[in-house]
């Protein structure tokens, strides 16, 4: 049961203190404490960022912290790593930031920690694979990113075509967070119609719905060749993420968990839509995907077991 609220961030880079600064503003947050191998700048970001609690919702505390801070926290959020360079695909960045990942994991279970990990490092899949593995917590308990972010990106895109709100858009990222993601358009709404008869009635054309998927895919390239990182959109979905456990919302959110037969496929980690709550993810609601998706999910299944097993099990089993 959530008692303090509190959160302990392994990572203060951009992203995770995108991830800090959204969650000061939304207020559902009691303490958050940040871990860093850069001491003085973690001591440095709990300072600044501490400055605006006075004008913010809440009273949230944030110091900086070592891994033994860890054992009490409810949940404990992984953006450690190696970013991802102009040019270079997530899956890339697979080797490199697996060690990053099981020595972290190490450290806070050495702790004694015992809630819920939220994982955000890319490849965002592989890593949350890496976590559970390394922590051997229940796959509930394990919670990657996932399609999150890519989701939003999705529904920014579509409202904007299409002259609605973005909180109206009611359409989801499948698959790997990366070049093999896939938009089941057949299940994605606006409001209470659906996305093609929104199409049709408008006279527009449905085939552009792969040209928005595709528009989602390369953003994050765009964005890193324009200004060398992405971090504000994915620290506000993993605030998103976070207060969804801590409000026990049991909203339905695209997160990284490892399959089990859902959607025909079992034993890695990719995005799905699921149920999250105060004891993490409760439950993946499975959807009827078309030939067509299901192929795609299946593509997208397989690019990640082939990283899997020939970069990641040879690292872990060493």
């Known amino acids: 049961m959530i008692k303090t609220r ?30 860093d191998i850069a001491k003085d700048k973690t001591v440095g970001e709990a300072m600044d960022i501490s400055h605006g609690i006075p004008f913010t919702a809440g009273d949230m505390k944030v110091k ?20 991802q360079k102009p040019g270079q695909t997530r899956l890339e960045l697979a ?18 920690f015992d809630g819920i990990f939220v994982i ?3 490849p965002v899949d592989l890593m949350s694979y890496v976590v559970q593995k390394v922590s ?11 399609t999150l972010l890519d989701t939003a990106r ?3 895109m579509l409202a904007e075509r299409l002259h609605v709100s973005s909180k109206d858009v009611h359409a989801y990222i499948m698959g790997e967070h990366g070049d093999s993601s896939f938009f089941p358009w057949s299940h994605a709404y606006i409001g209470c119609k659906s996305l093609t008869k929104w199409y049709q009635e408008k006279g527009m054309d449905v085939n552009e719905l792969e040209k928005i998927h595709e528009e989602v895919v390369q953003a994050a390239y765009e964005i890193i060749n ?13 605030s998103r993420l976070v207060e969804a456990i801590f409000r026990d919302e049991n909203a ?6 490892l399959i089990n037969g859902e959607y025909g496929n079992e034993g890695i980690y990719i995005g799905v839509p699921a149920i999250i709550g105060k004891d993490g993810l409760k439950e993946i609601v499975q959807i009827e995907l078309n030939e067509q998706e299901q192929e795609k999910f299946n593509h997208s299944v397989q690019t990640l077991k082939d990283m899997l097993h020939s970069e990641i099990e040879p690292l872990l089993n060493a």
């Open 6 to 35: 509190k959160v302990a961030l392994v990572g203060t880079g951009f992203v995770g203190m995108s991830m800090v600064y959204a969650l000061l503003n939304r207020g559902t947050v009691d303490e958050i404490v940040l871990i």
């Open 64 to 83: 900086a912290g070592e891994y033994d801070d860890c054992k009490d926290a409810d949940v404990v959020v992984i953006t450690a790593g190696v970013p």
């Open 95 to 112: 080797k490199t930031n697996t060690k990053i990942m099981e020595d972290i994991t190490k450290s806070v279970m050495a702790s004694g």
């Open 120 to 122: 955000a490092s890319n």
């Open 136 to 146: 051997k917590l229940p796959k509930e308990r394990v919670i990657g990113s996932g």
């Open 154 to 156: 999705l529904r920014y």
């Open 226 to 238: 324009k200004k060398r990182a992405t971090y504000y959109g994915i620290g506000v979905s993993l």
């Open 252 to 257: 339905i959110l695209p997160v990284s968990t």
